[in-house]
């Protein structure tokens, strides 16, 4: 009887310990399982962060959608779209027939030979990148003139001017200048 209480003693030490040993992984697979799931809200976080930054950034940069069947309009989008520089597309083609677009207040023809967009100016072509070197700062020069703040700040600043005229026409020092001498 004694060996079968020291064996059932055993036993339950051998099961006290296994069951610590088990509860001991446990909990670091618990631990495990709590970092996982924290490093996946950061990461989820981030994702968020990033897609909203792509939607901003995606906002702020104007995307040429072309036509479905004009071959023209796709060539033209892609290389719009692609363009390295896109702060330098300040003025953006709007298509009115196949081939003909509207850049700014130029209306201009547009082909595509070989895989290169040509701009017909004058009576030859010129290449997208030439004609966007060449046009492009006359038509922002023309839109500028246009904008009605600007206008309107011009407006005040020559009635400014005017009127500091006036002033200075009207000094006693300037009119014994200007004034004819009687004899």
Do not use: C, W
Not at 3 to 12: D, F, G, I, T, V
Not at 134 to 154: G, I, M, N, V
């Amino acid at each position: 009887m004694d060996a079968a209480k020291q064996e059932l003693q055993n036993q339950l030490t051998a099961a006290g310990a296994y069951i610590v040993e088990l509860e001991d992984k446990l909990a670091k697979q618990h631990q495990t399982s709590l970092d996982l799931l924290k490093a996946l809200k950061d990461a989820e976080y981030q994702i968020e962060t990033l897609k909203q930054y792509v939607i901003d950034l995606k906002s702020r940069i104007a995307v040429y959608i072309p036509v479905k069947d004009d071959a023209i309009d796709k060539k033209l989008a892609e290389y719009i779209n692609n363009y390295p520089d896109r702060q330098k597309l300040k003025i953006m083609f709007m298509r009115e027939s196949e081939g003909v677009y509207q850049f700014g207040t130029k209306r201009v023809a547009v082909k595509v030979e070989k895989d290169k967009i040509n701009i017909r100016v004058g009576g030859g072509y010129l290449s997208l990148d030439e004609f966007l070197d060449q046009y492009t700062p006359a038509e922002l020069e023309k839109l500028e003139r246009k904008d009605p703040l600007k206008r309107f700040s011009e407006k005040v600043a020559v009635q400014k001017t005017i009127a500091g005229k006036e002033r200075v026409e009207n000094s006693p020092v300037r009119q014994r200048k200007t004034s004819p001498i009687k004899i």
